[in-house]
Structure formats: C-alpha cells, structure tokens
C-alpha cells in the first residue's frame, strides 16, 4: 500500500501517525495495536447506507486498564489524533465497531472485561466496559446469585457499558438502562480521572448505591457524547422475582394500535404491567419466526399488505405482538393476571402464555429477554430482505393511541415510496414510546443503498418538522440528528467540548458534537 493510500486522521502526516502508534505500541504491546487493512477490517463492517470508506479507522488499539488509557490520550492529545472508543463494538445498525469519522483510532476496550464487584444484598455489579452480558449472565449462574439484570436484544455478545452509554433500552423492569446505572468511572481528555456521583469521595462505599452525590450531577454528559473514556460502570440488578409470568398479547388490525397502547399505558405508569412492554409489529416478528419475505413477495417494492395479511394468517402472528410480563409473587402475579386477562379481552386480544408458545422462536426469545436472559434471537432481523443493510430509525412518542398510529403511517409511507417495508415496534418507557424501525435494504445494491439513504433522510426530517426526535441515531446520520435539536443546546455542547477536550481528540462527530 502507497502511503497515498493509506488511512490517516485528518490533518496528520504520515510520520507524525507512524510516531504515535511507535509510542502507543510502548504503552500497550506491539500485539494490541492493529494498522493493516485486513486486522483491520472488522472495525468497518457497517451496515449503514454509506460507503466503507468514510468510517474506516486508521488503526485499532486495545489497552489493558486505565493508566493505558491515560497514556494513549496523552499521545492522541500530542499528535491530535482522534480516538474512538467502544466497549464491545457491537451498536450494529448504529454503526458497529466503525469510527464515527474517516481515520479516527478505534480504542477497543474489549480486554477490560472484569466483573470487579457484585453485591448480591444490594444488587449492584461494578463492570468494566469489555464484559459482555453473557459473561455476567454466567457469572450470576456459577454464583449461584437470584438476580437478574436487564439487556439488549443482542446481549450475548453485547455489553452493559457500551450499551448504558448509547443509551439503549432492555425489557425487564430495569430496562431503561441509563436510569439503572449507578456511578461511572471516567478517563477525560487531559488523562484525569474521575468518578462521578458518590465515587469522587476517598474511601466511599455507597458509589454504586447512590446515583447523585453533591452537586451537578455529571454521569449524563457521558452518555450520547464524546467528553471521556468511561471505564467503570455501576449498575443496579434485580431481585429474580418469585414468579415471573411472561406472556404476548396478539392484535388483529394495524389500527389496533390505538387501544392497544391506551388501555397499557395506565398499567404500566401505576406499575401493574413493570417492565419494558413491546408492541412489535408482524413484520418485525416474521422474520424471527422465521418467516422468509422471498417466500410471499419477490416484486419490486414494498411488501403488499395481503402477503402480511397472508403471512399473519399462516404462521399465527398478530398485526401487533405485545410483550409485558408480570414480576411478584404467585399471590399479586394471579391477582395482576386478572387485569391483564380483562384488558386483552377488554381490546380484542388474544392472549398466549409461555406454556401455550412452545415452540414459537420469537416468543421464546421474547420470553427469554424478559427475564435477562442473553440470546440472539432477533438476529433474524437480517435474514428478512438480505444483502446486510440496516438502519435504525428511532423516534420518541407520546405513549398515546393517537400519537403511534400517527407515527406508524408516517413511516410505512415514506419507507414504502422508497420500496422499504415498514419493520416497526414500539418499546414503552414509562410515558413515553421508544419508536424503533430497522430499515433493512440489501447493502450489495446501489440503487437500494443510495434508497435508504434518501428514505432515511426523509422520514429524519419529515419527523422532525412534526416535533418527533429521535432518542438515538446512527454514526453516519449524527450531524443530521443532532442538528434537529436547534442550535442553542449544540451551542452548550460544543462549550463542554472545548472546556473538557479542546484539542478534539475523544470521538469528534459523536451524536453531532466537534470542536
Ligand atoms: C438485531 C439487533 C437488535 C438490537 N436490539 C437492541 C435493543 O433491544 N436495545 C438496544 O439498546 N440496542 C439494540 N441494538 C443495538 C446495539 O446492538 C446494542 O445497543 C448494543 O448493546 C450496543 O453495542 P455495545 O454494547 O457493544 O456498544 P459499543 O458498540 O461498544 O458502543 C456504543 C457507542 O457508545 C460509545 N462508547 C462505547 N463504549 C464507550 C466507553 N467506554 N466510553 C465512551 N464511549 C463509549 C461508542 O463510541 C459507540 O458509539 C440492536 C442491534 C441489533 C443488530
């Protein structure tokens, strides 16, 4: 390879690169830093639409602890090379593993995999960024330890860290994951460390216990952002519930959408219903069944609303699949049971319990997430249309019938016009819904790639003119997203930016924000 074609962070020579990365291979063993194409590869397996050369990193780096990582920013901060760290690289459909911009270093923290603590009396776990939900899933099970945390979908081979600090979302009562953390640990620019809330203190045993400490309160300006390299995390687990009652309640009309969401929405404010409830729509569900689009459809376009109507009737999916589970005793689960027995039949449901689902892979996983339990079963996701395209699409609602059907029309239109199928479900925080559409294309083709970009564009901005916000975006559309959030908190942002790291060299670009 010609140093011409080499990839480089913007604005640094070649000598100055090959200086740093001598330096970096001091700190952390020549074997922890990648620079050749091929190594390098897995750090620019994107499924977004755009092309590989603008998140290719120019090299990746996996330290050992944060004195290593306090070294390395001392070397970015000399030659202003840029950083990009991840945990366990695995925000797939959000841009994965891959820099957020052309040239950056990916600092891959994978080796930090320890479990330091875990407190079963308070149920607390103290984790490092590497550790995988497995891992603690295992180490729970090999500690014989009755407590259950929540996940992401891909949480066999994701992490708490990397996921809290996006914040994604889970499906048991802890599911909103960035509000069940407790206490970060955090390697800033200038290679200071600090620990937030109740871990600033000397000697303090209540950092993961109490989330606030004294004063501003610090842990949220590391989440979504670029202001330092977290390295520890506090999280809070749950008590494995006596009885845990799991079961999907299935709609047979798209505009079900409307009761649905309003006869759930009181249960889950008052707690009834405490977890993360999802609304999945039947073409989220099929190719988790699994069900094969190529089987119902091969035209051009978007799937036709009879091949779902067929695919409904033959495999026994609803329009709407809702998740909840109920988490208590047998004694308050059977009383609960009996509301939820009478808003399903209340609303034109039909319920179906675990026992009844045998069999059903995507309930089972379904199932299986709710009680924190890591699998891979949404995976199937990518078997649906093929080629490796995926973009999350993720609006916030108002958890109001009105307000989703709203914002599922809005979206089957414009994912339609695009020839785009609408694979929608709806995640209920506590009042608000997490609108999450995984705009799946075939990255192979060049007029589906360039589609998707457009199609993303759009609904982006037809959205935002409707007052929707996304709760989170993909690396190759964080400028765009950020710059609907008007002009005086990316103001403040960049102020931080500057105070905390003016020479710009953690993550430039993450979720919008640069010097
Ligand atoms: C089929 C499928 C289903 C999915 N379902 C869900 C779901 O249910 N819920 C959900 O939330 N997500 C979901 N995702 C998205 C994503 O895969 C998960 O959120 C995953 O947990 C993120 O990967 P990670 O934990 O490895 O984070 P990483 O990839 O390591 O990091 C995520 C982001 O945070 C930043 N970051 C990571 N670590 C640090 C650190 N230590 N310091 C500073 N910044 C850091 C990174 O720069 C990156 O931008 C899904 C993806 C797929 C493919």
């Known amino acids: 390879m010609s140093s011409n074609d080499r990839t480089l962070p913007k604005g640094v020579t070649a000598a100055d690169f090959d200086k740093a990365m001598r330096e970096i291979r001091a700190i952390v063993g020549a074997e922890h830093v990648l620079v050749d194409e091929e190594p390098l590869a897995p750090y620019n397996k994107i499924m977004m639409p755009v092309a590989d050369a603008q998140h290719a990193p120019s090299a990746a780096v996996m330290p050992d602890g944060v004195e290593e990582i306090q070294r390395i920013v001392k070397v970015a901060n000399t030659y202003r090379i840029p950083v990009y760290p991840v945990s366990t690289g695995k925000n797939i459909g959000y841009g994965s593993a891959a820099p957020v911009q052309r040239g950056q270093i990916v600092l891959d ?32 099970q090999e500690n014989k330890l009755p407590l259950w945390f929540s996940c992401p979908a891909p949480s066999a081979i994701a992490g708490p860290v990397g996921n809290m600090v996006d914040r994604g979302v889970g499906y048991t009562p802890y599911g909103e994951h960035f509000m069940f953390s407790c206490g970060m640990e955090v390697v800033l620019a200038d290679g200071e460390v600090l620990r937030t809330g109740m871990g600033a ?24 952002s670029n202001y330092g390299i977290v390295t520890k995390m506090g999280m809070w687990l749950m008590p494995a519930p006596p009885d845990f009652r799991p079961f999907c309640i299935q709609y047979p009309n798209e505009t079900d959408i409307t009761k649905i969401v309003d006869a759930l929405r009181p249960l889950r404010i008052a707690m009834v219903i405490p977890n993360a409830v999802v609304i999945a729509h039947t073409l989220w569900e099929a190719p988790c069944t699994p069900v094969k689009r190529a089987d119902y459809f091969t035209g051009p376009g978007a799937i036709p609303d009879d091949a779902v109507l067929k695919i409904q009737a033959d495999h026994g999916i609803g329009a709407w699949n809702v998740y909840a589970g109920l988490y208590g005793t047998k004694e308050t689960n059977d009383a609960n049971w009996k509301i939820i027995e009478a808003v399903a039949a209340g609303t034109g449901g039909t319920i179906i319990t675990e026992e009844a689902s045998r069999g059903s892979q995507a309930l089972q996983y379904r199932f299986d997430l709710m009680k924190g339990k890591p699998n891979l079963g949404e995976f199937g996701l990518y078997n649906w249309r093929g080629g490796g395209g995926s973009v999350w699409f993720a609006p916030v609602s108002q ?61 982006l901005h037809t959205f935002a003119n409707e007052g929707y916000g996304m709760y989170r975006a993909s690396t190759a559309f ?16 960049k102020r931080l930016k500057k105070a905390l790291d003016p020479n710009n060299i953690i993550a430039p670009g993450r979720c919008g924000i640069s010097l």
């Open 478 to 493: 964080a400028e765009k997203v950020a710059a609907t959030y008007g002009p005086v908190k990316r103001d403040v942002e």
């Open 109 to 140: 923290l994978r080796r930090m995999n320890r479990i330091l603590d875990v407190d079963a009396e308070l149920c607390t776990a103290l984790v490092e960024p590497g550790v995988t939900y497995q891992q603690l899933y295992d180490y729970l």
């Open 399 to 459: 958890a109001k019938g009105t307000e989703t059907l709203k914002q599922m029309k809005m979206a089957k239109e414009i994912l339609g016009k695009y020839g785009f199928d609408y694979v929608g479900e709806f995640i209920v925080g506590w009042r608000d819904m997490h609108h999450v559409i995984d705009l799946l294309y075939d990255r192979s083709d060049e007029t589906q790639t360039k589609n998707a970009y457009a199609c993303y564009d759009e609904l």
């Open 201 to 224: 203190m000397e000697n303090s045993n209540t950092w993961q216990v109490f989330k606030w400490g004294y004063g501003p309160t610090l842990d949220g300006i590391f989440t979504q």
